[in-house]
């Protein structure tokens, strides 16, 4: 095989750096966002809460 894609299969994978288990990928994918709801609510809860802004949507006009 020649070209470009040998070569860019071969630089990818060097990034790879563990296979994880559906398990563990799915743990991890959950884990972020369950930290940030929990952090959010105390922080609301406590008073602390650091407003962000928020991006502007594009509503239809009838």
Known sequence: MTGPAPRAAAWW???????PTVK???DRTVAEPERLVRQRLTGLLEGTLEETPRKKTMRAVA
Request: without cysteine; charged residues 20%; aromatic residues 0%.
């Open 13 to 19: 994978a060097g990034l790879i750096n563990d296979i």
């Open 24 to 26: 563990e990928l799915i």
